[in-house]
T-cell receptor
Framework: AQSVTQLDSHVSVSEGTPVLLRCNYS??????LFWYVQHPNKGLQLLLK??????LVKGINGFEAEFKKSETSFHLTKPSAHMSDAAEYFC?????????FGTGTRLKVLA | GAGVSQSPRYKVAKRGQDVALRCDPI?????LFWYQQALGQGPEFLTY????????KSGLPSDRFFAERPEGSVSTLKIQRTQQEDSAVYLC??????????????FGPGTRLTVL
């Protein structure tokens, strides 16, 4: 069975410092992996996706993630946080049509 | 271009009332999904349509929940005899092709249902 664990429910960083949001997954097959961002009262927006091509995936707004099969991880990073990055972030695993979401990480960016 | 839209955005219902939530997917999208997001949780899968066919309804919590997509476009999620535990945000998503794991799903803003 597939599952996702987001290791931190809350992360706080100062503006201009790096961001690391951690995600571990479990899957019987070669899954597709996604990161979505959810701003208050807005729909979920895709940041990036991994679909068995390059293991380092670049997304929008300077975010990237690295697929590490040996560690079953798909951590999200950004070199320099911006105030507008404050939001809820979801890691998603999918083997078929169904998305399995993690419980989310709330990112707070301090001025 | 227009994204996925949902209506109403907010719905307050008294316990026992029936509610209907509407989803307008992106035009031409074959697949449509409904998810339920409880407060402080990630979205959880409810049901999946490919065109008008409901191929998976394994996530519907009870037989009080019913979804349809009669013409393969707009979809309605109906909840009968609402209970307090039904309070959540209901998200609709659509994607271009038939369901495969690597197809991006485009999400609507959700309907926040509060059952008093």
């Amino acid at each position: 069975a597939q599952s996702v664990t987001q290791l931190d429910s809350h992360v706080s960083v100062s503006e201009g410092t790096p961001v690391l949001l951690r995600c571990n997954y479990s899957s019987s097959y070669s899954p597709s992996l996604f990161w979505y961002v959810q701003h208050p009262n807005k729909g979920l927006q895709l940041l990036l996706k991994y679909t068995s091509a390059a293991t380092l995936v670049k997304g929008i707004n300077g975010f990237e993630a690295e697929f590490k099969k040996s560690e079953t991880s798909f951590h999200l990073t950004k070199p320099s946080a911006h105030m507008s990055d404050a939001a809820e972030y979801f890691c998603v695993v999918s083997e078929t049509y169904k998305y399995i979401f993690g419980t989310g990480t709330r990112l707070k960016v301090l001025a | 271009g227009a994204g996925v839209s949902q209506s109403p955005r907010y719905k307050v219902a008294k316990r026992g009332q029936d509610v209907a939530l509407r989803c307008d997917p992106i035009s031409g999208h074959v697949s449509l999904f409904w998810y339920q997001q409880a407060l402080g949780q990630g979205p959880e899968f409810l049901t999946y349509f490919q065109n008008e066919a409901q191929l998976d309804k394994s996530g519907l919590p009870s037989d009080r929940f019913f979804a349809e997509r009669p013409e393969g476009s707009v979809s309605t999620l109906k909840i009968q005899r609402t209970q307090q535990e039904d309070s959540a945000v209901y998200l609709c998503a659509s994607s271009w092709t038939s369901g495969h794991g690597n197809n991006e799903q485009f999400f609507g803003p959700g309907t926040r249902l509060t059952v008093l």
